[in-house]
Antibody, heavy 121, light 106 residues
Framework: QVQLVESGGGLVKPGGSLRLSCAASGFTFSDYYMSWMRQAPGKGLEWVSYISTSGTYTKYADSVKGRFTISRDNAKNSLYLQMNSLRAEDTAVYYC??????????????WGQGTLVTVSS | DIQMTQSPSSVSASVGDRVTITCRASQGISSWLAWYQQKPGKAPKLLIYAASSLQSGVPSRFSGSGSGTDFSLTISSLQPEDFATYYCQQANSFPSTFGQGTKVEI
Protein backbone atom coordinates (compact mmCIF):
# COMPACT_ATOMS: atom_id res chain seq x y z
CA GLN A 1 0.00 0.00 0.00
CA VAL A 2 1.04 3.59 -0.54
CA GLN A 3 3.13 5.03 2.28
CA LEU A 4 4.62 8.48 2.71
CA VAL A 5 6.70 9.08 5.82
CA GLU A 6 7.99 12.56 6.58
CA SER A 7 10.91 13.29 8.87
CA GLY A 8 13.30 16.08 9.75
CA GLY A 9 11.01 18.47 11.59
CA GLY A 10 11.90 20.09 14.87
CA LEU A 11 12.60 23.33 16.69
CA VAL A 12 14.74 25.89 14.90
CA LYS A 13 15.57 29.54 15.58
CA PRO A 14 14.43 32.31 13.25
CA GLY A 15 16.85 32.59 10.36
CA GLY A 16 17.85 28.96 10.69
CA SER A 17 17.60 26.06 8.27
CA LEU A 18 16.00 22.65 8.22
CA ARG A 19 15.76 19.84 5.67
CA LEU A 20 12.62 17.73 5.53
CA SER A 21 12.52 14.29 3.96
CA CYS A 22 9.66 12.15 2.71
CA ALA A 23 10.23 8.43 2.18
CA ALA A 24 7.83 6.92 -0.35
CA SER A 25 6.85 3.30 -0.86
CA GLY A 26 4.07 1.20 -2.35
CA PHE A 27 3.99 2.97 -5.72
CA THR A 28 6.33 3.87 -8.58
CA PHE A 29 7.71 7.10 -7.12
CA SER A 30 9.40 8.25 -10.32
CA ASP A 31 6.05 8.28 -12.16
CA TYR A 32 4.44 10.97 -10.01
CA TYR A 33 4.72 14.68 -9.41
CA MET A 34 5.10 15.30 -5.67
CA SER A 35 4.13 18.21 -3.46
CA TRP A 36 4.67 19.70 -0.04
CA MET A 37 1.78 21.28 1.85
CA ARG A 38 1.70 22.80 5.29
CA GLN A 39 -0.75 23.57 8.05
CA ALA A 40 -0.07 26.12 10.77
CA PRO A 41 -1.36 25.16 14.24
CA GLY A 42 -5.15 25.40 14.28
CA LYS A 43 -5.21 26.78 10.74
CA GLY A 44 -6.08 25.59 7.24
CA LEU A 45 -4.04 23.96 4.50
CA GLU A 46 -1.51 25.76 2.31
CA TRP A 47 0.18 24.40 -0.79
CA VAL A 48 3.95 25.05 -0.62
CA SER A 49 5.73 23.51 -3.60
CA TYR A 50 5.72 20.77 -6.21
CA ILE A 51 8.24 18.98 -8.36
CA SER A 52 8.00 17.11 -11.64
CA THR A 53 8.80 13.43 -12.06
CA SER A 54 12.40 14.03 -13.10
CA GLY A 55 12.93 16.99 -10.80
CA THR A 56 13.45 19.36 -13.71
CA TYR A 57 10.34 21.44 -13.06
CA THR A 58 9.54 23.02 -9.71
CA LYS A 59 7.06 25.60 -8.45
CA TYR A 60 6.74 27.47 -5.16
CA ALA A 61 4.20 29.50 -3.25
CA ASP A 62 5.13 33.18 -3.06
CA SER A 63 5.41 32.87 0.73
CA VAL A 64 8.43 30.54 0.44
CA LYS A 65 9.96 31.40 -2.94
CA GLY A 66 13.69 32.07 -2.69
CA ARG A 67 13.90 30.45 0.75
CA PHE A 68 12.72 26.86 0.19
CA THR A 69 14.02 24.32 -2.34
CA ILE A 70 12.22 21.13 -3.29
CA SER A 71 14.14 18.18 -4.69
CA ARG A 72 13.83 14.45 -5.15
CA ASP A 73 15.98 11.33 -5.50
CA ASN A 74 14.10 8.77 -7.56
CA ALA A 75 16.74 6.12 -6.87
CA LYS A 76 16.01 6.47 -3.15
CA ASN A 77 12.24 7.04 -3.51
CA SER A 78 12.64 10.22 -1.52
CA LEU A 79 11.37 13.78 -1.61
CA TYR A 80 13.05 16.68 0.16
CA LEU A 81 12.36 20.24 1.22
CA GLN A 82 15.34 22.43 2.13
CA MET A 83 14.09 25.33 4.21
CA ASN A 84 16.36 28.34 4.75
CA SER A 85 15.87 31.73 6.40
CA LEU A 86 13.04 30.33 8.46
CA ARG A 87 10.49 32.67 10.00
CA ALA A 88 7.99 32.30 12.82
CA GLU A 89 5.20 32.16 10.23
CA ASP A 90 6.75 29.00 8.76
CA THR A 91 5.75 27.13 11.92
CA ALA A 92 3.46 24.34 10.73
CA VAL A 93 2.99 20.65 10.14
CA TYR A 94 4.50 19.86 6.75
CA TYR A 95 2.95 17.14 4.62
CA CYS A 96 4.24 15.49 1.48
CA UNK A 97 1.60 14.37 -0.99
CA UNK A 98 1.19 12.64 -4.34
CA UNK A 99 -0.28 14.63 -7.21
CA UNK A 100 -2.62 12.52 -9.31
CA UNK A 101 -1.11 11.57 -12.65
CA UNK A 102 -2.27 13.70 -15.54
CA UNK A 103 -3.42 16.54 -13.31
CA UNK A 104 -1.55 19.82 -12.94
CA UNK A 105 -2.65 21.27 -9.59
CA UNK A 106 -4.62 18.54 -7.84
CA UNK A 107 -6.09 16.41 -6.51
CA UNK A 108 -3.58 15.00 -4.06
CA UNK A 109 -4.31 11.32 -3.76
CA UNK A 110 -2.27 10.43 -0.69
CA TRP A 111 -0.68 12.43 2.11
CA GLY A 112 1.94 11.54 4.67
CA GLN A 113 1.32 11.88 8.40
CA GLY A 114 3.25 15.14 8.57
CA THR A 115 6.25 16.50 10.44
CA LEU A 116 6.10 19.52 12.76
CA VAL A 117 8.41 22.47 12.20
CA THR A 118 8.55 25.06 14.96
CA VAL A 119 10.42 28.32 14.38
CA SER A 120 11.00 30.10 17.66
CA SER A 121 13.80 31.72 19.62
CA ASP B 1 -4.69 33.79 -6.62
CA ILE B 2 -8.13 32.20 -6.59
CA GLN B 3 -9.82 32.55 -3.21
CA MET B 4 -11.92 29.65 -1.93
CA THR B 5 -14.62 30.45 0.62
CA GLN B 6 -16.41 27.69 2.51
CA SER B 7 -19.61 27.96 4.46
CA PRO B 8 -20.52 27.42 7.13
CA SER B 9 -17.28 27.50 9.17
CA SER B 10 -18.79 24.93 11.47
CA VAL B 11 -21.96 22.90 11.63
CA SER B 12 -23.53 20.99 14.47
CA ALA B 13 -25.26 17.81 13.43
CA SER B 14 -26.40 14.43 14.67
CA VAL B 15 -25.84 10.91 13.44
CA GLY B 16 -28.19 10.27 10.52
CA ASP B 17 -28.44 13.94 9.51
CA ARG B 18 -27.94 15.15 5.97
CA VAL B 19 -25.16 17.73 5.90
CA THR B 20 -24.24 20.06 3.05
CA ILE B 21 -21.10 22.21 2.91
CA THR B 22 -20.62 24.83 0.22
CA CYS B 23 -17.47 26.20 -1.39
CA ARG B 24 -17.31 29.28 -3.59
CA ALA B 25 -14.40 30.22 -5.86
CA SER B 26 -13.50 33.84 -6.52
CA GLN B 27 -13.43 33.05 -10.24
CA GLY B 28 -14.56 30.18 -12.44
CA ILE B 29 -12.68 26.93 -12.04
CA SER B 30 -14.80 24.66 -14.25
CA SER B 31 -14.94 21.34 -12.35
CA TRP B 32 -11.41 21.51 -10.99
CA LEU B 33 -12.38 21.04 -7.37
CA ALA B 34 -11.50 18.48 -4.74
CA TRP B 35 -12.80 17.81 -1.23
CA TYR B 36 -10.74 16.44 1.66
CA GLN B 37 -11.60 15.18 5.12
CA GLN B 38 -9.24 15.76 8.04
CA LYS B 39 -9.54 14.32 11.52
CA PRO B 40 -7.60 15.81 14.47
CA GLY B 41 -3.91 14.97 14.33
CA LYS B 42 -4.27 13.16 11.01
CA ALA B 43 -3.43 13.88 7.40
CA PRO B 44 -6.14 15.03 4.98
CA LYS B 45 -7.88 12.29 3.02
CA LEU B 46 -9.17 12.80 -0.52
CA LEU B 47 -12.93 12.27 -0.81
CA ILE B 48 -14.03 13.85 -4.09
CA TYR B 49 -12.17 15.06 -7.17
CA ALA B 50 -13.29 16.76 -10.36
CA ALA B 51 -16.16 18.23 -8.33
CA SER B 52 -18.27 15.07 -8.29
CA SER B 53 -16.08 11.98 -8.73
CA LEU B 54 -15.87 9.76 -5.67
CA GLN B 55 -12.37 8.66 -4.73
CA SER B 56 -11.93 4.90 -4.60
CA GLY B 57 -12.83 3.46 -1.21
CA VAL B 58 -14.86 6.47 -0.06
CA PRO B 59 -18.40 5.63 1.11
CA SER B 60 -21.21 6.52 -1.26
CA ARG B 61 -22.92 8.71 1.35
CA PHE B 62 -20.41 11.37 0.27
CA SER B 63 -21.24 13.25 -2.92
CA GLY B 64 -20.08 16.42 -4.61
CA SER B 65 -21.67 18.75 -7.11
CA GLY B 66 -21.22 22.07 -8.85
CA SER B 67 -19.16 23.76 -11.52
CA GLY B 68 -17.88 27.22 -12.29
CA THR B 69 -17.78 29.04 -8.97
CA ASP B 70 -20.24 27.22 -6.70
CA PHE B 71 -19.75 23.75 -5.31
CA SER B 72 -21.12 21.58 -2.54
CA LEU B 73 -20.22 18.48 -0.57
CA THR B 74 -23.12 16.46 0.85
CA ILE B 75 -23.05 13.71 3.44
CA SER B 76 -26.38 11.96 3.02
CA SER B 77 -26.53 10.27 6.42
CA LEU B 78 -23.90 11.38 8.90
CA GLN B 79 -21.99 8.59 10.61
CA PRO B 80 -19.94 8.85 13.84
CA GLU B 81 -16.69 8.57 11.88
CA ASP B 82 -17.65 11.58 9.71
CA PHE B 83 -17.13 14.14 12.46
CA ALA B 84 -14.12 15.97 11.09
CA THR B 85 -13.03 19.10 9.24
CA TYR B 86 -13.64 19.30 5.50
CA TYR B 87 -11.63 21.36 3.00
CA CYS B 88 -12.23 22.23 -0.63
CA GLN B 89 -9.29 22.78 -2.98
CA GLN B 90 -9.23 24.38 -6.40
CA ALA B 91 -7.04 22.57 -8.94
CA ASN B 92 -7.73 24.87 -11.89
CA SER B 93 -4.73 27.14 -11.79
CA PHE B 94 -1.48 27.95 -10.05
CA PRO B 95 -1.21 28.25 -7.12
CA SER B 96 -3.60 25.64 -5.87
CA THR B 97 -5.62 27.05 -2.96
CA PHE B 98 -7.78 25.63 -0.21
CA GLY B 99 -10.89 26.82 1.57
CA GLN B 100 -10.61 27.69 5.24
CA GLY B 101 -12.34 24.50 6.34
CA THR B 102 -15.71 23.45 7.74
CA LYS B 103 -15.82 21.62 11.04
CA VAL B 104 -18.64 19.09 11.37
CA GLU B 105 -19.31 18.50 15.05
CA ILE B 106 -21.94 17.08 17.32
Amino acid sequence: QVQLVESGGGLVKPGGSLRLSCAASGFTFSDYYMSWMRQAPGKGLEWVSYISTSGTYTKYADSVKGRFTISRDNAKNSLYLQMNSLRAEDTAVYYCAILRRGYSYGPFDYWGQGTLVTVSS
Amino acid sequence: DIQMTQSPSSVSASVGDRVTITCRASQGISSWLAWYQQKPGKAPKLLIYAASSLQSGVPSRFSGSGSGTDFSLTISSLQPEDFATYYCQQANSFPSTFGQGTKVEI
